[in-house]
């Protein structure tokens, strides 16, 4: 999302780290921090629930 909307390359170990601090000073239109957020949010889930899957697997 931020690469699309403003240019800049933001690799996946850097994008896992950027706080929401480090992305609203980073960003200027409210609505793009808004969509960079929830990106980040969603990508934060899906990493938490696939750590958990495979722990689960790793048990068994």
């Known amino acids: 999302m931020a ?5 800049r390359k933001v690799n996946v170990n850097d994008a896992k ?8 000073g980073q960003l ?6 808004m969509a ?8 934060d889930f899906f990493h ?6 495979e722990k689960a697997g790793r048990k068994k």
């Open 28 to 33: 200027t239109d409210e609505h793009l921090k």
């Open 3 to 7: 690469n699309r909307n403003t240019g």
């Open 17 to 24: 780290r950027l706080s929401e601090e480090k992305i609203s």
């Open 48 to 53: 938490e629930q696939i750590d958990r899957i």
């Open 36 to 43: 960079v957020q929830s990106d980040k949010a969603v990508i």
